[in-house]
């Protein structure tokens, strides 16, 4: 035990054990289970797990506890404690799981298997799961409960965590959170305790010790915490120490420390080059150093690609590398002797493995595989960055990032003064390429991820040539770092033209008085730094001539960060057209950039949804902006509108004055029956220009029909109205229908989807379509009209009928009225898109709509409906009628949910019938 306490004294960093931060975040926080005084009949959790990043101390926390235990004794028990490492036993043989256990503690073999597998006063220390390198699966499918049957270790070690062996004793394993998926399959109710390491009072604590001077102390800690990405970093007691070692060389030469903290690759390279004895004058560098170079980047390379951070010296031997060669590295502690695993070497950190790994890619080098005939398995920078390989290997995303960071072209000439090896010139245009490719797909996650390797790079020629074919760009800012690094990138992607934000709660510091007192300095002092960066990315609206788009949703966001970006809005350099506000606090936002637009003349498509605020400030100054009159808005959508019936006077008489807006969605608006005459009235008005009108969920029924009606003959200009999701019912399509019937009403598009219409409201909707009607698109989905498709049959055999998009989706359609409609398409002469989803046609039913249908004379190019297309008979008439009918495209699977809005059935297309701002 004695060598055991100074192996843990030596894995500490200066004492910094009793520091780390950690907190229960899955399972009991009342279960007791380190305290083994506590008696049998006291509920105990036999499991418990530590996770957390790379060198955050899980291995130190882990240790400590086990001392603990260890030394809390009971008279007349066998108490031991068993600490196994897993980096350091996926090297070992197969052996039994007596011999395991024999080689850490010599009591066991003298106690015997019985004794310990009855024992509870038992600890079994699994550190470092995540580094068990076993085939996926084979820890949950190979199980062995036989102590003295010779196993792979990996084998033995998930028979363990399968309480297979030792099933009464106590497990506490440590892991990064990439490998608590395998894990969970292996454990039965454990613990969880994320291991947060240093907390940002610990790492300036630990800046405090370090130093001798405290002036030099904080404003190396200053600098740290200038940088986001490394300051994030520096929960690793590893890290601190590295950028305290690098930052106390340059204060105590005089030197600025804050380009060396601008990002972690250039912190780890002064880090790297401090290394290097300086040169003799008019001398180069040793040539010696060149040699360990390559040897310690070839080391870390293939350990990555390999999944291991511990290096025996077969490793070194294969790789063709000397301790020698890696001298100047293990007496700078970059490379250092294992304390868990004799004759072993690990990197100081993994972030230093993951920088250095980086570097070989950097390098010109012979190419590797000298060894014998073995060649490491390296993966070149196609395969580092490419997206199958980042998620089998989370560790190759930090080298991409790193490899960046490198490309920069000081950077390459720092370490070639300090090395004297050359740099390749090659990496930076493969990099390039990579990130105009396919292999680098732009989802939101992707996108940060490019943001974060440009960032890095720290050039702007560099992130110029990446963005200069990007179009679109979808951010989703969850960090300061996100924000860092994305404010940084799009003041140089001039091609830009659409841009979606997202900001998550936290960045911004929404309620000033919610800061206890004693960190509002603190907060206040960060909500500055992040409202700077914010004040950057929101430029790129008024110096980018090309961005048009701009959509902010689901956002938290602040006072000052929404006045910073309606300022660059109303800027006249800004020529931004469409915007989309969505579901965003604080809620006096959306009056924010209502005043911000009033008098935009660029602007033409102003989306505000997301339980929109219509206060009188709010509509006041929507108002205003349709009446200004330099206002060009085209499109005005104001969804879950509440309270609008209150303001609608005023928005009336703004539409009355305006002559710009030609589309209006007002869908799930409370309107009621009183708020749609009140519209009507403009509607009705000589100067009204809309084109499109949607009152979806507006809680519409029949008592509005007659004033829509009278709004539709008397204004020829509205072609599209949407009335889904209303209770208009038999009753209110009749009314409809008398005003749709009259010559001098011109609408095209009509959506009464899910409006409680029965057969009963089909009559009067057949005997229009029959008349002069200029209705081309009809959608009835969602209405159990049932036996009424017998009269919209008859309204389609009719030559007066122009229909050529009818909906008839979840219509409760009967079996025997599918030769009506069969005989309806092979007379009709204009139908071209036809939507049965949700029907119960049954075999008979296709097999009559396809006989119809395989006349070369039918309109028809789409069809959906429900059937089994795997049915030998169904496949044989599918196939005669695409013969016959090429031109016809049938969907046979897409089943239309009776929640979607118009706007999301993506049968129809909508940007054929009602505008589409995307």
Not at 260 to 278: E, G, K, M, N, V
Not at 575 to 589: F, M, T, Y
Not at 792 to 812: F, I, R, Y
Not at 881 to 908: G, H, M, Q, T, W
Request: hydrophobic fraction near 40%; glycine fraction near 6%; proline fraction near 4%.
């Amino acid at each position: 035990m004695e060598k055991f306490c100074s192996i843990w004294k030596h894995t500490c960093w200066d004492g910094v054990g009793d520091d780390l931060r950690y907190k229960i975040i899955e399972g009991s926080q009342k279960s007791t289970w380190l305290s083994s005084s506590k008696t049998s009949s006291q509920r105990r959790l036999l499991t418990v797990v530590l996770q957390g990043a790379a060198g955050v101390g899980k291995t130190t926390l882990a240790k400590k506890w086990m001392l603990d235990w260890a030394q809390d004794h009971l008279p007349g028990t066998f108490h031991s404690a068993f600490y196994l490492s897993c980096k350091g036993l996926g090297r070992q043989g197969a052996c039994t799981f007596a011999e395991l256990l024999a080689k850490k503690c010599p009591d066991a073999q003298e106690a015997g298997p019985q004794v310990l597998a009855q024992g509870q006063k038992i600890l079994v220390v699994i550190d470092g799961f995540d580094e068990l390198r076993a085939p996926s699966g084979s820890l949950i499918h190979d199980i062995c409960g036989d102590w003295e049957k010779p196993k792979p270790v990996p084998v033995l070690l998930g028979s363990l965590l399968k309480r297979k062996l030792l099933p009464k004793a106590t497990l506490l394993v440590t892991t990064r959170p990439e490998a608590l998926g395998e894990l969970r399959l292996l454990v039965e109710q454990p613990l969880f305790i994320e291991v947060e390491g240093f907390l940002e009072a610990d790492r300036r604590g630990y800046f405090l010790k370090h130093f001798e001077q405290q002036d030099q102390a904080l404003r190396a800690f200053e600098g740290m915490k200038g940088s986001p990405a490394l300051f994030h970093m520096g929960a690793a007691p590893a890290v601190c120490w590295v950028v305290c070692t690098c930052l106390k060389g340059q204060l105590e030469k005089g030197e600025d420390p804050a380009p060396t903290c601008r990002t972690p690759t250039s912190l780890f390279l002064r880090f790297l080059c401090s290394q290097c004895p300086p040169a003799a004058p008019g001398s180069g560098p040793e040539p010696h150093l060149q040699t360990a170079l390559h040897a310690l980047s070839l080391l870390a390379a293939w350990g990555i690609w390999a999944q291991t951070s511990l290096f025996d010296g077969e490793d070194l031997g294969q790789l063709g590398v000397s301790e020698a060669d890696l001298r100047p590295f293990l007496d700078g502690k970059v490379l250092q002797a294992d304390a868990d695993c004799e004759g072993c070497y690990a990197f100081l950190h993994l972030s230093v493995q993951q920088f250095l790994a980086a570097l070989f890619y950097l390098l010109d080098r012979a190419e590797p595989g000298d060894a014998g005939g073995w060649a490491p398995d390296i993966g070149n920078v196609r395969a580092l960055l490419s997206k199958e390989e980042r998620l089998r290997n989370p560790s190759l995303t930090r080298v991409g990032c790193f490899l960046f960071g490198l490309a920069n072209q000081e950077r390459a000439r720092e370490l070639e003064a300090a090395f004297g090896c050359r740099v390749s010139l090659d990496v930076r245009q493969e990099l390039l390429r990579v990130t105009r490719s396919r292999d680098w797909p732009f989802s939101r996650a992707d996108t940060r991820e490019l943001m974060r390797c440009l960032y890095e790079s720290q050039e702007e020629a560099l992130v110029r040539e990446a963005l200069a074919p990007i179009t679109e760009l979808a951010l989703h800012l969850q960090s300061e770092r996100d924000l860092v690094h994305a404010s940084f990138c799009l003041r140089h992607g001039q091609a830009l033209r659409r841009l979606w934000l997202q900001v998550e709660k936290g960045i911004f510091l929404e309620n000033d008085g919610a800061s206890e007192p004693g960190t509002w300095a603190e907060r206040s002092l960060q909500d500055h730094q992040a409202l700077c960066r914010w004040t950057e990315l929101c430029s790129v609206l008024s110096s980018n001539e090309n961005l048009t788009f701009l959509e902010v949703s689901q956002s938290f966001l602040s006072h000052s960060s929404v006045r910073i970006l309606c300022e660059q809005i109303t800027r006249v350099t800004c020529n931004v057209q469409k915007v989309v506000i969505k579901n965003i606090s604080p809620v006096h936002a959306y009056r924010d950039f209502c005043l911000a637009l009033v008098g935009k003349k660029t602007l033409t498509h102003l989306i505000l949804e997301g339980s929109v605020p219509c206060d009188n400030m709010l509509l006041l100054l929507l108002c205003e902006a349709l009446k200004h009159r330099r206002c060009n808005l085209q499109y005005l959508r104001l969804g879950s509108c509440s309270d609008f019936i209150q303001h609608l006077n005023d928005f009336s008489l703004a539409l009355k004055v305006n002559q710009s807006l030609q589309s209006l969605d007002l869908t799930a608006s409370e309107l009621g029956d009183e708020g749609v005459k009140l519209l009507c009235g403009s509607l009705r008005h000589p100067n009204c220009f809309l084109q499109w009108l949607s009152l979806e969920n507006c809680h519409l029924t029949e008592v509005c029909c007659k004033e829509l009606a009278s709004a539709l003959i008397v204004n020829q200009r509205l072609t599209h109205l949407c009335l889904a999701k209303n209770n208009l019912g038999d009753g209110g399509v009749r009314l409809l229908s008398e005003g749709l019937g009259y010559p001098e009403c011109q609408l095209q598009t009509l959506v009464l989807c899910q409006c409680s219409i029965t057969r009963r409201g089909c009559k009067p909707i057949s005997d229009f379509l029959q008349g002069d009607s200029s209705l081309t698109f009809l959608d009835l989905s969602l209405n159990p009209i049932a036996t009424g498709l017998w009269f919209l049959c008859e309204a389609l055999k009719k030559p007066s009928c122009n229909l050529k998009c009818l909906g008839l989706c979840g219509c409760s359609l009967p079996s025997f009225c599918w030769q009506d409609l069969a005989s309806a398409l092979a007379s009709n002469q204009r139908l071209e898109v036809l939507d049965l989803g949700q029907n119960s046609l049954g075999q008979s039913g296709v097999t009559v709509l396809f006989e119809a249908l395989k006349q070369r004379s039918s309109p028809l190019k789409r069809l959906r409906l429900r059937t089994d297309e795997s049915s030998a008979q169904t496949q044989k008439l599918l196939k005669e009628v695409r013969d016959s009918n090429p031109k016809l495209n049938i969907d046979c699977k897409a089943a239309r949910a009776a929640s979607s809005s118009y706007c999301e059935f993506p049968f129809f297309t909508p940007r054929d019938n009602f505008p589409v701002i995307y």
